[in-house]
């Protein structure tokens, strides 16, 4: 493969310095795109997401028209479990519906640890159609849904907001729910193995779940299967691709996210970055973490809030601008220019040490 | 008016020694409680708010059928925007509807800073009809909203969950947002010291919107608005009444919440009790923090969590137990029975030194 054209990206992943700092968004491929709603108007999502050929379109799409430092593959976190031999349905305006939920050790027993290669084909295939599309601009995300919160989808079934049939069970079944979180480990560990050996250069765990939890959940649960996940994956030797993890509404829970093993930490919007950058201090590297509702104000107040975010770290490297999750649909695409124009024309100043430490 | 026969909570709040913790629960009175429903098919919720006679009624419920150690009064936190001139609905279902939310500085202009007897009397003679019909068997707390939960509402109109029309105003129309919430602290200051002098030993903040804002939004109009609260209500020179804060979502905000003059913070199911309580020291007693979805397990996994609870605060005084979030409709009653036994049963363990403390 040829060496990436800007990889500002990964240098800040492993804290290298960089000349500024680099920018992607979660959800930057999606329903605020224009050139998205084309497509999605002649294809549901899931057959997008299905076809290596469409997915890697929609991958490309804010790369080429907005210029982020990162592309992250177009799919959905419910892949996995499909694969492990739930049903999903994914309907217009009532989010993802699974058919016969997972609520005793048989339904755990008759679920699979999916080879990626058999059942996940078209991921790893829309993968290599994306690189090959990408030509090495910049590096290609992949990820995956951290283990409870694909528990969380495969218990409730659907995503009901509170999952609290999700919770219940935890409690109620532990022994289940612990032999249903270690299947869901080996999928999502061999998954992203099958990812980045189909070459993308990062991988981000989602657990957009995880502040439900109280805390012995949060520790049993969430904690321990993002620890499983990575330590697998560390196992299979590829240290050399950063491994990035979202963990949403667990701001109280930083030093103890710094030492899952994860490389960077995306953080949410209610998080203070400095004082989480003073918590980890040089273990990790943070992502995010500007508010998605900013965007939905007017393109000045994105500028200062972009600003407000990168002033928030500091000087300095380790540090990759996003939001503090998905991309909303409503957002304007003017906005995202605007904001992806600030944090590129602002961040140099916060990298003059770095760039003076590059030049010794 | 004589003294009361169970202080337990007052003590509690205040950090003094007492043989066991006391416990009461967010939304004790309400839709779980077949008599409130009894009630409920015949009255809607506004009317049960604004006959004083009924919201007595409704508020002495779990202290007669649960014997919980603190009566709350049955009211609603939009009380308040509707004294200030807005017109609110409540459709079942449906949650709070506004009918012409907050939006412009005229609009900010028109509300009033209600004097609570002329516009909320109907809630200070609820609380002498329950005083009366209480008879000092135990204390009753009054409650406001907070600021920014308020603000939240009067802005959106709705409760739509992410409040994202509120969350947008503080950005594009600060200055507004700044006079809205000014008008604000003062009517919740008002109404809680009316309601110290009606007789309620007690009052609580709620925050519940709290964990939707980034930190800058946090700092400037959840955390001040709450402050400004509980100045001019210490400024009126009632040290005596505790005030208690619920903030909901803000677990990596401990320290600052301990520093905003409330007597106890007030935990959601999220935080960790035991790291809480070194965090804030001896400046604030705790209340909380159990799930309220382990309500909807079994009983022996209520009386196994809430074993858990008393056990993550550990010994000594300045913990009153209560829930992490309101009880759910569909909580079982006889969970409820099983949580306040358990409490009973199992905390005077914790509280060996207090009584030696006591007997010296």
């Known amino acids: 493969m ?48 299905r076809t290596p050929e469409l997915a890697a379109e929609i991958t490309l799409q804010p790369v080429e028209q907005l210029d982020v430092d990162a592309a992250i593959l177009f799919s959905d976190i419910l892949v996995v479990p499909e694969a492990m031999g739930l049903t999903v349905r994914i309907e217009d305006g009532l989010g993802p519906q699974i058919e016969h939920p997972v609520r005793t050790a048989a339904d755990v027993a008759r679920l699979v640890i999916p080879d990626p290669h058999e059942k996940l084909g078209y991921v790893l295939e829309a993968i290599r159609a994306t690189l090959e599309r990408l030509r090495g601009r910049v590096p290609l995300i992949g990820f995956a849904g951290a283990p409870w919160t694909l528990l969380a989808y495969m218990v409730e079934g659907s995503g009901t907001g509170d999952f609290r049939r999700a919770r219940v069970f935890v409690r109620e079944a532990p022994d289940v729910a612990r032999a249903l979180l270690e299947k869901i480990v080996h ?94 201090g040089d273990r990790v590297a943070l992502q995010g973490n500007l508010d998605p509702i900013a965007l939905l104000a007017s393109p000045d107040i994105v500028a200062r809030e972009a600003r407000r975010v990168l002033a928030r770290f500091g000087p300095g490297s380790g540090h990759i601008f996003n939001l503090g999750h998905g991309v909303l649909p409503e957002t304007p695409v003017e906005n995202v220019r605007r904001l992806v124009d600030t944090v590129k024309r602002e961040s140099p100043k916060y990298h003059v040490e770095d760039r003076a430490g590059t030049d010794l």
Chains 1, 2 share one sequence.
């Not at 509404?249 to 400095?274: F, I, K, R, Y």
């Open 2 to 49: 040829k060496p990436l054209e800007n990889d500002l990206f990964l240098k800040a992943c492993r804290r290298e310095p960089t000349e500024r700092t680099p920018i992607w968004l979660m959800r930057q491929a999606g329903r605020y795109l224009p050139s998205y709603q084309t497509l999605r108007q002649r294809y549901d999502f899931l057959t997008l997401c």
């Open 187 to 280: 999928a999502v560990a061999r998954f992203l193995r099958a990812q980045i050996e189909a070459g993308v250069h990062a991988v981000q765990l989602f657990d957009t779940w995880a502040g439900l939890l109280d805390p012995d959940s949060l520790t049993e649960f969430a904690l321990a299967g993002v620890r499983r996940v990575i330590r697998e994956l560390k196992a299979a030797g590829r240290d050399d691709v950063p491994i990035l993890l979202f963990s949403r509404g667990t701001a109280a829970w930083m030093e103890t996210l710094a030492e899952t093993g994860a490389d960077v930490l995306s953080l949410d919007w209610t998080c203070d970055l400095a004082r989480a950058r003073r918590q980890v």
